[in-house]
């Protein structure tokens, strides 16, 4: 398997922008989520989905922020407008149904930069 | 409220020896306890894990030891590589999510 698939892995844009993250899971796995990893809050979650419901978007920062799942094998995380606190690696993980739920299988991140 | 602490930022261990990596956590309601491993550039990989029913689980170079009472686990690499050169996360797995410490940085020197 090609593990969990993120693009793109860097994106550069100015404040006010619009972005665009995007996340293929492991095919299988049923549950889908969204971190985004500063130095000052280290490792957070944003938002998961089973079997592409969202489930907890408790830590959606704002409304800013929204993603999507619309089918088993696609996501996204979408950030409009951008700002510079924003600029962060967010990760995108999942994992797979039953007793395993518990471990997540992280993609590569795309790192963030709004200028 | 941070659920999930990793006091040490960071580690550095010589090659060979033991490395013990800790971590606390203050919500009971935790079932499931699990360690990443992150290289730079990638995203974590699962290490180990353990049930809160156990205290101890082994796999190879590495044992995670929980401790309900004090609400503390720990992980042991023995003996430590450098390749094993990374940050630590500790997560703590409750109704479908995880939380997450902020890491420690683990260095073995060769």
């Known amino acids: 398997d090609a593990g969990v698939i993120q693009s793109p892995r860097h994106e550069v844009t100015e404040m006010g922008q619009e972005v665009t993250l995007r996340c293929k899971p492991i095919s299988g796995h049923d549950y889908l989520f969204w971190y985004r990893q500063t130095m000052m809050r280290g490792l957070e979650l944003l938002i998961y989905f089973n079997n592409n419901v969202p489930i907890d978007d408790s830590g959606m920062p704002e409304d800013r922020f929204s993603a999507k799942m619309p089918n088993a094998s696609f996501s996204t995380l979408k950030i409009q407008p951008s700002e510079p606190r924003d600029s962060a690696v967010y990760f995108c993980?999942?994992?797979?149904?039953?007793?395993?739920?518990?471990?997540?299988?992280f993609g590569p991140g795309t790192r963030l930069t709004v200028l | 409220d941070q659920q999930v602490k990793q006091n040490s930022p960071s580690l550095s261990v010589q090659e060979g020896r033991i490395s013990i990596l800790n971590c606390d956590y203050t919500n009971s309601m935790f079932d499931y306890f699990l360690w990443y491993k992150k290289y730079p550039a990638e995203g974590p990989t699962f290490l180990i894990s353990i049930s809160s029913i156990k205290d101890k689980n082994e796999d190879g170079r590495f044992t995670v030891f929980l401790n309900k009472s004090a609400k503390h686990l720990s992980l042991h690499i023995v003996p430590s590589q450098p390749g094993d050169s990374a940050v630590y996360f500790c997560a703590a797995h409750n109704a479908g999510k995880s939380t997450f410490g902020d890491g420690t940085t683990l260095t073995v020197k060769p």
């Open positions: 993980a999942s994992s797979p149904p039953g007793l395993a739920q518990d471990t997540q299988y």
